[in-house]
DNA sequence: CACTAATAATTTGTATACAAACTATATTTA
DNA sequence: TAAATATAGTTTGTATACAAATTATTAGTG
């Protein structure tokens, strides 16, 4: 039977095949930060609070893509670890202001260059192009489900 | 700067956006089997028993890539639905064979088609070569990491 | 044949995803 | 101005991922 008629096609090369992937990468990465005391998803929220500064957990939530009952608990656990603090914010006592520590802030810098190594070896052997292609497909289909949802 | 030079490219472009769609294409398929009491991943486990029949929990795990605590707990709640059973192997007191009810036959074989045009809407717009070269990407990425675990 | 090693599955513990409900606070409305 | 509505964050419950340990059973070894 040709491959594009058969029924699971794309439920397995599109769906079972990304989810497996984003699995294994979440597996390789907390493979190498666990020796940091950190996850993957945890490492997420620090590069967040890293590139864009302070932030709001609803903030924070948008931009890490998380939902907002996760963010607190991964909040919790970076908090115990000293890698970051909640303020409260003086202008809305509902609300938050997310900060990293000195601490976090100095393992943050120093993980760029080891999860850049980590990725370098995942893409090895795959073309510029290729790889070009491939974040233009995910765009899409983000932009696709996003408006399904 | 640059950004093949930014040291989080990858992570973001490949391991941020890879995890995220993952995360949306799962929703997405839980909203719509949620109503046949069903979640993605059990669908998974149901689509390889009708696509291999009859397997041992071990070959369950390997052939749905899912580990093998998480699939003992998965075939409880599908044994628990009576989507499927598990029974004993007399030649191995160990293992249990499992296997779809008539009742998990009959769903698995009507849920093709819906899964399948979830899918149609969630790939619409992009050209089959550039599907081709996302599937091949997927395979590499996968075959790096086996290699890097 | 008894002991050792390996295997199939389960259990326990923790992290995250996410739905839904809840609490405290801020904003809007009549 | 009081009541209604909305918002920020938390809590609860369930599902899944996965590491690690455990139990029952089988296979291998000396």
């Keep these: 039977m040709d491959q594009s008629k058969d029924m699971s096609f794309l439920d397995e090369e599109i769906g079972f095949n990304t989810v497996r992937t984003s699995k294994y990468i979440t597996r390789l990465l907390n493979q190498h930060l666990k020796s940091y005391g950190l996850t993957a998803e945890q490492w997420t929220v620090l590069k967040r609070l890293h590139q864009r500064g302070n932030m709001s957990q609803k903030h924070l939530s948008e931009a890490s893509d998380k939902d907002q009952a996760t963010v607190t608990k991964i909040l919790d656990l970076l908090e115990a670890g000293e890698f970051l603090e909640r303020k409260r914010n003086p202008e809305d006592r509902r609300s938050f ?38 974040r233009q497909v995910l765009s899409k289909l983000h932009r696709n489900m996003k408006s399904l949802i």
Tied chains: 1, 2.
Excluded: H, M, P, W
């Excluded at 520590?101 to 795959?126: H, M, P, R």
């Design 97 to 134: 202001v997310i900060g990293l520590t000195k601490k976090g802030e100095a393992l943050t810098e120093q993980l760029y260059c080891e999860v850049d190594s980590v990725f370098q070896k995942i893409v090895n052997g795959i073309s510029e192009k290729d790889i070009d292609t491939y």
